[in-house]
């Protein structure tokens, strides 16, 4: 099984930092996308930023602010959120796309969510 362990979370005051991580651990044979998403009260789940091997993908809401990053040795992802605006007040959650034997299917996991607040 796979389990997936956000950190990071928190309150900031709006033009502050954060950053958080996501750990993916048990029986893994790959990860090839890992990702951020977050869902606001009364919203949809919307896409943060993703992450391959070799590309990062962010909406023009984070575009600039926010960095995803991949320690494929530690099979974590970051997300450094810098100029943070109230609008970024969500709780983010993790995600990753994994293999957990070699000719076995791929399927997403994900955290179980953290709470960030940002102030205005």
């Known amino acids: 099984q796979v389990q997936l362990v956000e950190s990071g979370g928190g309150l900031v005051q709006a033009g502050g930092s954060l950053r958080l991580s996501c750990a993916a651990s048990?029986?893994?044979?790959?990860?090839?996308?890992m990702g951020w998403y977050r869902q606001a009260p009364g919203k949809q789940r919307e896409l943060v930023a993703s992450i391959t091997s070799d590309a990062t993908n962010y909406p023009d809401s984070v575009k600039g602010r926010f960095t995803i990053s991949r320690d494929n040795a530690k099979n974590t992802v970051y997300l450094q959120m810098n100029s943070l605006k109230p609008e970024d007040t969500a709780v983010y959650y993790c995600?990753?796309?994994?293999?957990?034997?070699?000719?076995?299917?791929?399927?997403?996991?994900w955290g179980q969510g953290t709470q960030v607040t940002v102030s205005s």
């Open positions: 995600n990753a796309y994994v293999r957990t034997k070699r000719w076995g299917p791929t399927y997403q996991y």
């Open positions: 048990g029986s893994i044979f790959s990860i090839n996308i």
